[in-house]
């Protein structure tokens, strides 16, 4: 190799997981550092055992995960390394089928098959620790959750332009939420590359408007494509309501679905502006929808008993282990009112964000849900996060979406 890198010893034995690829080292194994000056956040570092043995090249930083690891060889990390792994991740989306083919999306007709919206890259899930993009037609919106991806900005804003080509017209970076505040980085959002107001983008053929500006995530929940899809197939003649809408996903497929209504609401004005903004851009002037900006919890409490079809997709109720008792208290409270409301012979969407909540648990939440309201209940599906979502196999805490298609009688 050309280059020096710092380097990171382990304690002793520590090395253990590392021999099973999983890609993060706690501060906790790590014995001492070594270079010629001292080690600052972001840096690419070389991880060695107690013994001196070569173990993995990764970007270290302040905090519990300490580093993230970017490759178990030698070798240099540069423009061609991230050029590598993003045309890797990008042919994973192409089998899968979600980045369309160019002249489907120039057409930007409604077929279904169109589609523009995709993850590209999905952390240490395409072996890239720390690094989300989304394809929002030709725009990529790029986020870091480690100070060594900001650091490597310009460099895989490169190495991206050069992997997607002609398809690419503007690369938005969305990191100042993301990004640990004590890194001091002074992090502002804005565009690495070219410019775009053209923020309409295609799911399976339905538009949506995408606030990359001041949106969440990175301005659209990408993760529910397959499950939208799911609820279009059920929606037919059924009065729908979608909680926790935010830009209306759910909503969108229901009505294209055939649904008789549909009712959407959440906490935040702005996603209500959201969700009426995108019905009219597919259904313009259609009544069978209205938005409500109020709290779910409330909302349930009050609402008639009137809807044969529910979406509960609440926001991470449990964002750190610590949590985890009171969210999933918080999952039998929300669970239970939905069954309790729904009519005879309903369907109710429930779902799970929160990583620290594994299948089993978020499943016996709902189950406790079900036998406090006293419905029969059968599951139907059993879903999860989508297949531009990928697992790294190494990696099991990726797996974090998780969701129930029940059957109320
Ligand atoms: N289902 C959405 C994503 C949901 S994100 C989609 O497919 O895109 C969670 C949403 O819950 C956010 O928009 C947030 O504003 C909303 N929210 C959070 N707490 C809430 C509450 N108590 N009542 C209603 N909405 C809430």
Known sequence: MNFELKKIFLRKGKEESLGRFHPWIFSGAIHHTEGSS??????????????????????????????RVLTFKRQPIDQ?????????????????????????VKSKSSNSKCNDIYRLVHGEGDNLPGLVIDIYGATAVMQAHSVGMHVCRNELAAAL????????????????????????????????????????????????????????????????????????YYAKGRRVLNMFCYTGGFSVYAMRGGAELVHSVDSSAKAVELVDANIELNFPGD?????????????????????????????????HKDALKNALRGYTKLNAKAFEKIQSGGILFTFSCSQAVNKDQFRTAVFTAAAMAHRKVRILHQL????????????PEGEYLKGLVLYVE
């Open 80 to 104: 061609a390394f991230w050029q590598k792994r993003l045309a890797a991740a990008l042919d994973v989306r192409k089998t899968i089928g979600v980045a369309s083919k160019e002249e489907i």
């Open 287 to 319: 009544t069978r929808h209205n938005a409500f900006a109020e709290d779910a919890f409330k909302f349930m409490e009050q609402m008639q008993e009137r809807y044969n079809l529910i979406i509960l997709d609440p926001p991470a109720f449990a964002k």
């Open 38 to 67: 001292a080690l600052e956040e972001g840096d690419i570092v070389e991880v060695l055992a107690s013994d001196g043995r070569f173990l993995a090249i990764g970007h270290w930083q302040i905090g519990s995960i300490a580093v």
């Open 384 to 395: 999860h996060q989508p297949a531009d979502h990928p697992i790294n196999i190494y990696h």
């Open 161 to 232: 332009r050069e992997v997607m080509g002609e398809s690419l017209k503007a690369i938005y970076y969305k990191s100042e939420t993301t990004l640990p505040f004590k890194a001091q980085l002074g992090q502002e959002d804005g565009f690495l590359w070219g410019e775009s107001n053209d923020n309409i983008a295609r799911e399976n053929g339905l538009a949506f408007h995408i606030d990359w500006l001041k949106g969440q995530k990175t301005g659209f929940f990408v993760d529910q494509r397959d499950n939208r899809s799911l609820v279009e």
